[in-house]
């Protein structure tokens, strides 16, 4: 599992970079938020993000190789996968939570 | 101020989508780190994050546009900026510090 050595990165060696490092991608979060929506699919998580199906699929491969995501196959041939969070990305709920609330309060246009 | 309308995002009409458009980039919430620990001057924010000077000139920029920063001239000829959060950046900390809780746990090599 890909973890990050505090001293090698480039700037201050702060814990949320080395977060940043591994999920700061916003199709990485975008991902994880529709995992924790239930969706397991690649094509609903796809719908959710709005993300290019390349973009997914490789941030879900950079979400597996970080621990966040697992993957198990549910058909043979061809062999077709459900994504999931771990324990890991489960943890990553109140990062988006906090985005959602942010996200409320400055990010959003009045009109709607 | 720039501020994102829900229905024009490309996957789910989310808020933290909406936020990580304006502040999702990993450059763009380091910054905020540094202005949060009181950094004020453009290379002490450079040395911070570790990031390319450009790269931080434009996240500043784009921070300024997104109304989470604000920077204020300390010297004429040449002209020099003062970087600071404003009230929408300072409550962009709670992000920050929900990254550096689950960056501790998930994130950080355990040899440190």
């Given at each position: 599992m890909r973890h990050i050595v505090l001293d090698e990165l480039p700037g201050r060696p702060c814990p949320a970079?080395?977060?940043?490092?591994?999920?700061?991608e916003?199709?990485?979060?975008?991902?994880?938020?529709?995992?924790?929506?239930?969706?397991?699919?690649?094509?609903?998580i796809v719908r959710g993000t709005g993300a290019p199906r390349d973009r997914v699929s490789a941030r879900l491969r950079s979400l597996e190789e970080a621990g966040v995501?697992?993957?198990?196959?549910?058909?043979d041939s061809p062999v077709r996968w459900d994504y999931r969070l771990t324990d890991a990305g489960r943890d990553l709920v109140p990062v988006l939570d906090a985005l959602v609330t942010w996200g409320r309060?400055?990010?959003?246009a009045e009109a709607q």
């Open positions: 970079a080395a977060a940043l490092e591994l999920v700061g916003r199709w990485s979060l975008l991902v994880v938020r529709e995992l924790s929506f239930g969706k397991t699919r690649f094509g609903d995501v697992e993957r198990t196959a549910y058909q309060r400055h990010a959003v």
